[in-house]
């Protein structure tokens, strides 16, 4: 753990205490995922590398965005920032990383993002995300991002794979303040298809809240995928979901940059003739657009991910996204 001081001692509210289990357990956990709740035969919730916690606070200082305060428990830890794009010098890239390798049962992760007036973030993963196999309980992460007024703000994580048997709840809250910028995207894939493993998971859950800071509801996102289940067991490859495919990726973009229609029109034209299967609409109070896409094959998935992302960057800052290759 490597707590960061605020350039600014007792100009902030004083933290919660990051290792109580309300602060990292999850809070209304889908049906689904509960109903596996149990004592582990191994290390279980709370225990010793079982929790893992980032907190990171963003502020613009000389010029550029710096991390100001930062908070970690391994198994989650950061690298250091970096500069690295010629055409947003001042935008911080922080590279979030898992020393376990992945999720395993019991785990509970819990992150904080809190960026500050006018700053410039981008928040990525270092690899897919793995959740193993689990024999008892379930695993869960809540990921936290308020973004005030001014901030440019993306949070595009690699995707997410679910292995065999695995059991997993995620709850994304986004707190976006009028003035502010907020890309958000996830990628999920049916396995570890190589393997040969096709939603033989137990339960994957996820919840995206997107909202104000006085709460009005912008946007809700809600996944349950249990294979097996419904009147035919094709609830998760129905049409419904993913209609039969491999993959699903999805990007949220929270803005008054633009109007949402031009937002939306930009979606479009990013993935017009790249072949994937997608849908593009607007989001409530011209506040945004989103878009979501299916296919089998990764590679094209990634690169219509990008294409987008690139899109909104052109559209939003004027200046086309980096290389999205890993620093």
């Known amino acids: 753990m490597f707590p960061v001081?605020?350039?600014?001692?007792?100009?902030?509210?004083?933290?919660?205490?990051?290792l109580a289990p309300g602060y990292y357990t999850a809070v209304r956990v889908p049906p689904?995922?509960?109903?596996?709740a149990g004592k582990p035969d191994t290390l279980g919730p709370g225990s010793?590398?079982?929790v893992g916690i980032l907190d990171?606070?963003?502020?613009?200082r000389g010029g550029r965005t710096e991390l100001v305060e930062r908070y970690q428990k391994t198994p989650l830890q950061i690298m250091r920032p970096l500069w690295i794009d010629p055409a947003m010098p001042g935008m911080s890239h922080v590279c979030l990383m898992a020393t376990g390798g992945g999720i395993a049962q019991a785990d509970r992760y819990r992150m904080d993002f809190r960026c500050g007036p006018g700053t410039e973030v981008h928040l990525t993963t270092q690899a897919a995300t793995k959740v193993f196999r689990m024999e008892h309980d379930y695993a869960s992460q809540r990921v936290h991002l308020t973004a005030d007024a001014g901030a440019y703000v993306e949070y595009l994580p690699d995707p997410l794979i679910p292995f065999k048997d695995s059991r997993f709840y995620q709850r994304t809250e986004v707190t976006v303040a009028p003035g502010a910028t907020v890309v958000v995207g996830d990628t999920l894939t049916a396995g570890r298809l190589a393997r040969g493993e096709r939603h033989a998971y137990r339960v994957l859950a996820t919840d995206l809240c997107v909202a104000r800071p006085d709460g009005t509801l912008l946007a809700i996102d809600t996944l349950r995928l249990v294979p097996g289940s419904g009147a035919r067991g094709n609830a998760v490859v129905g049409p419904g979901v993913l209609a039969g495919h491999d993959h699903v990726a999805s990007l949220f973009v929270v803005t008054d940059r633009a109007p949402a229609a031009e937002l939306a029109d930009a979606l479009h034209g990013a993935l017009a003739g790249l072949g994937v299967l997608y849908g593009v609409s607007v989001l409530p109070h011209d506040c945004g657009a989103?878009?979501?896409?299916?296919?089998?094959?990764?590679?094209?998935?990634?690169?219509?991910?990008t294409?987008?992302?690139?899109a909104v960057r052109r559209l939003l800052t004027g200046h086309p996204a980096p290389d999205p290759r890993k620093p």
């Open 307 to 310: 294409a987008i992302w690139d």
């Open 290 to 305: 989103w878009v979501r896409l299916l296919d089998d094959s990764p590679v094209e998935v990634a690169a219509a991910h």
């Open 5 to 18: 001081p605020s350039a600014h001692p007792g100009s902030s509210p004083p933290r919660p205490d990051r």
């Open 32 to 36: 689904e995922v509960a109903a596996l």
């Open 48 to 50: 010793p590398a079982k």
């Open 56 to 60: 990171l606070a963003f502020a613009v």
